[in-house]
């Protein structure tokens, strides 16, 4: 079963100092499984954009885009509901299925902004992304407060972006600047909190083993939200649009 260790003090003076050799190796396997998932989401979500038609099946239908949603979130719920149940195969299957998920509802984004601000933003926010997860990673300070805090106000701004559904107002707030510059910061937060959690996960001699395999997936699905959400906040305050 997958839980949450001790982790060990230490004083980082590099990475490689930091990090034992297997810890070292589980974490490129967390960062690996992560960046598989977006290369998928984005190849997706750029293939999807090149047909006109395909993009208004799914934007112009509720039904199709609702359908689409709850799948996102019913993914996300069986792996991490039943990560203890499910063998590490079926872990992989169900993350990549929730990537393509995404890169379908993603795919607009091709549609409202120049490809150029597209590339810009996620260059940029792949640049914060490693500095804020490196942090995470070799910090000595404990960043659960921090998580605390920020995983609160991700439910507040969930909270605002579901309402803005339903009622203008809330839809005006959640497309604000400032709204997007504090999504952007509970991301950054997150980004560094989750890293720290993960490194967590690791176990002694798991190197290889079915939960070391899982502990690496659920990691990874854990830093590619934090990732994309963090993109899409950058790219709502610095992408231009068509």
């Not at 589980?26 to 992560?34: A, E, I, L, P, T």
């Not at 709850?70 to 039943?82: D, P």
């Not at 490809?115 to 000595?140: H, W």
């Not at 107002?169 to 709204?179: D, G, K, Q």
Request: hydrophobic share 50%.
């Amino acid at each position: 079963m997958i839980k949450v260790v001790s982790m060990e003090k230490t004083t980082p003076t590099t990475i490689s100092q930091s990090i034992p050799s297997e810890l070292n190796r589980f974490m490129s396997k967390v960062y690996g499984w992560m960046s598989l998932g977006i290369l998928m989401s984005g190849l997706i979500a750029w293939q999807v954009s090149q047909s006109p038609d395909l993009l208004a099946t799914i934007f112009q239908s509720s039904a199709i885009l609702w359908t689409i949603i709850g799948l996102q979130f019913g993914s996300v719920i069986f792996l991490t509901a039943a990560i203890h149940r499910i063998s590490a195969g079926v872990a992989g299957v169900s993350f990549f299925i929730f990537a393509a998920l995404m890169g379908l509802t993603s795919s607009v984004i091709f549609a409202m902004y120049t490809g150029a601000s597209i590339l810009s933003v996620f260059l940029i926010t792949g640049i914060a992304f490693a500095g804020l997860s490196i942090t995470g990673l070799v910090t000595k300070k404990d960043l659960s407060p921090l998580g605390a805090f920020c995983t609160m106000a991700l439910f507040g701004i969930v909270g605002v972006i579901a309402l803005g559904w339903f009622f203008p107002l809330f839809s005006e707030a959640a497309n604000s600047t400032v709204f997007n510059v504090l999504g952007v910061l509970v991301f950054a937060g997150l980004t560094a909190y989750d890293t720290q959690k993960i490194k967590g996960l690791y176990q002694t001699g798991s190197d290889g083993s079915e939960y070391g395999k899982k502990a690496a997936i659920i990691g990874a699905l854990s830093l590619y939200l934090d990732f994309i959400n963090l993109f899409m906040r950058l790219l709502r305050l610095f992408g231009r649009r068509r």
